[in-house]
């Protein structure tokens, strides 16, 4: 079993829709969640960490966590074009080991 | 967050051969990590980058064939040796700042191995 699990989509959404990216973990004591975006051919920038059941918001962006269901999802408001890249999930059980899934290719289509 | 950058940014290499990746950060930072990403696939972690003793290595990777080194702590190298085709990956270098468990990347070396 993966320890992070994403849907590799691709995700398509229209420009201005809310797009949906899910996120579940194997690890129970995870206690550290992130989100990161990767633009093709660059490398991973952090959107959002969350610790906390239920939601935070960040301007457009919205991750909500849920512990009981080992869920961890990340919500983009207003989708734009830019938005268009692949979004990875991060779970930190502890230490400094860092658990990524394999990403959701997300396209706002214009 | 902390001003990460690597070189070099892509390189192509011949078999046998072996490669050296820098990676250097604006400010001291507690923590540094080096990652590969296949193509198609995830983040793997390769090994933490210790400052003034050995790297810790992850599971199904050893120093011999990815020795770094860490002198202080804004620099740390990651030596790719004896390469192969199965070498071919994004190579990026991670940091943590403070005491934040965040993680921050590097741009990524881009290598290719004929």
């Known amino acids: 079993q993966k320890e992070v699990e994403q849907n590799s989509g691709p995700l398509s959404v229209p420009e201005g829709a809310i797009a949906s990216l899910n996120c579940t973990y194997s690890?129970?004591?995870?206690?550290?969640f992130f989100w990161y975006r990767q633009y093709s051919g660059k490398s991973p920038e952090l959107i959002m960490s969350?610790?906390?059941?239920g939601d935070k918001e960040d301007g457009r962006f919205t991750a909500q966590l849920n512990k009981a269901s080992q869920y961890v999802s990340l919500l983009i408001r207003d989708s734009q074009p830019s938005d268009s890249a692949t979004y990875l999930c991060?779970?930190?059980?502890?230490?400094?080991?860092?658990?990524f899934g394999t990403g959701t290719s997300l396209t706002v289509i214009p | 967050s902390a001003v990460i950058s690597q070189k070099p940014s892509r390189d192509i290499c011949q078999r046998g051969t072996s490669l050296t990746i820098q990676c250097q950060v604006d400010?001291?930072?507690?923590?540094m990590f080096w990652y590969r990403q296949q193509p198609g696939q995830s983040l793997t972690l390769i090994a933490t980058?210790?400052?003034?003793?050995?790297?810790?290595?992850e599971s199904g990777f050893v120093i011999d064939k990815f020795p770094i080194s860490r002198p202080n702590l804004t620099f740390s190298t990651l030596t790719v040796s004896n390469m192969s085709p199965e070498d071919s990956s994004i190579y990026l270098c991670?940091?943590?700042?403070?005491?934040?468990?965040?993680?921050?990347f590097g741009p990524g070396t881009r290598l290719t191995v004929l």
């Open positions: 991670s940091v943590k700042t403070g005491g934040t468990d965040t993680q921050y």
């Open positions: 690890d129970r004591v995870s206690q550290s």
């Open positions: 969350i610790y906390s059941n």
């Open positions: 991060a779970v930190n059980p502890q230490g400094n080991q860092f658990y």
């Open positions: 400010s001291q930072v507690t923590m």
């Open positions: 980058a210790n400052q003034g003793s050995e790297a810790t290595y």
